[in-house]
């Protein structure tokens, strides 16, 4: 099982490589990041907005009280944000939320059920907290290494990834 203490991990480092992968995408033109690559959600731009989509899903799972699913399905998810400076805004926004909820999770919560309705599957589900962070911090994991990928096939290097190196242990009091 995992811990209170992986969530503030994950979290710092969700924020950490969210700010290094929209400092190099940057440097790539809107239209060239608007330009379908033949990722999962097409494009870069695409990509990070489906990310800024299914963090506002999950979160509406873990926290209701504090958060709201986004106005669309999975499919609209890549097009839910009109230009760039509005997706680099919500993501800033989702990933300071995120950090502030890690920090309430507790070992008693992760080891509860969460049930939910699953637009995925179209099924009410059921599994232990725990299991669907894993899964919340894996796919977003997943969606980077995408972003990350597209980033370098525009010609741009992103900054290192490695999460011994990346994530301030200290400062987040878990050394």
């Known amino acids: 099982m995992i ?26 033109p809107d239209a060239e990041r608007r330009a379908d690559r033949g990722a999962f959600f097409g494009s870069l731009h695409g990509t990070l907005s489906h990310l800024v989509w299914a963090d506002h899903a999950w979160m509406a799972r873990f926290a ?16 839910l ?7 680099r805004a919500a993501r800033i926004e989702a990933d ?5 909820w890690a920090q309430t999770v507790t070992e008693e919560w992760l080891a509860a059920p969460l049930t939910w309705m699953s637009s995925a599957t179209g099924q009410e589900m059921t599994r232990p907290c725990w ?10 994991t997943h969606h980077r290494g995408q972003a990350h990928c597209l980033i370098t096939q525009a010609g741009v290097k992103p900054e ?10 200290q400062a987040l009091g878990l050394e």
């Open 3 to 28: 811990t209170a203490r992986y969530c503030r991990l994950m979290a710092a480092y969700n924020s950490e490589m969210n700010r290094r992968l929209y400092r190099a995408a940057e440097a790539i």
């Open 64 to 79: 209701p009280d504090r958060w709201q699913r986004l106005p669309a399905g999975i499919k609209e998810s890549p097009h």
């Open 81 to 87: 944000f009109p230009d760039w400076d509005a997706l």
């Open 96 to 100: 300071a939320g995120i950090e502030a």
């Open 131 to 140: 299991v669907t962070v894993a899964h919340f911090f894996n796919h977003q």
């Open 160 to 169: 290192d990834t490695d999460l011994p190196w990346v994530v301030d242990l």
